[in-house]
């Protein structure tokens, strides 16, 4: 037990572990509520949702799978997204794990009634969004985009980013995203907002709906 215990807290010792073991079990820094009838489109028409919000933490892969087992969504039931981003590969597995379910995407919020209100979800979270199939856009969110710069400290920082770019590039096309949002997000540093139009265009919205 002792030597289990000093392996811990060696293990913790490591600003990276200890940034994941309090996202996985002390302060998780996502949050989530199972909304039983998301009207996404005013139309009164709701549907089963997720809704997640906060930023995406090192753990919060593992933590998407945990609250997607609990809520129980069949396929098509859709995730809802409001978030500024955060881990870019924890985003990349979520996006992967909401494809491998058949789940639908929008970015929004539910108030009281379970009307979906815009949000908005930026620069890490734009690849959980890119998960979802439809990819619903709720009138009045956005979806911001911006170049991932390396924060490796060894090794050449421009051949990481470069990496990067190409692991982004890879994960879009794969979920049917068109690679015109790579190149929107490496013209600027600071978070560029997607109109709607700019969005169907790059195939990142698949399904508009009507307005909230």
């Not at 199972?34 to 139309?43: E, K, R």
């Amino acid at each position: 037990m002792s030597s289990l215990g000093i392996r811990a807290y060696r293990d913790l010792s490591r600003p990276e572990a200890w940034a994941y073991w309090k996202d996985q079990y002390f302060s998780p820094s996502l949050g989530a509520s199972l909304i039983g009838s998301a009207d996404l489109d005013g139309s009164g028409r709701g549907r089963r949702a997720l809704a997640i919000r906060g930023t995406i933490g090192p753990a919060a892969a593992g933590w998407l799978r945990e609250q997607l087992n609990e809520a129980h969504l069949a396929p098509g039931e859709t995730v809802l997204l409001s978030s500024p981003g955060g881990d870019l590969a924890q985003a990349a597995i979520m996006g992967e794990i909401i494809r491998s379910r058949g789940l639908a995407t929008a970015v929004g919020t539910t108030d009281a009634t379970g009307r979906v209100r815009p949000a908005y979800c930026a620069s890490a979270c734009v690849l959980v969004y890119a998960g979802g199939k439809p990819r619903y856009g709720v009138a009045g969110s956005l979806l911001g985009v911006h170049r991932f710069v390396s924060t490796a400290t060894v090794g050449d920082p421009v051949a990481e980013t470069q990496r990067t770019a190409g692991l982004v590039l890879g994960y879009f096309t794969k979920m049917g995203v068109s690679s015109a949002v790579v190149e929107a997000m490496s013209q600027t540093r600071d978070v560029r907002w997607l109109d709607t139009k700019e969005a169907l265009a790059m195939n990142l919205i698949t399904d508009p709906v009507g307005r909230p």
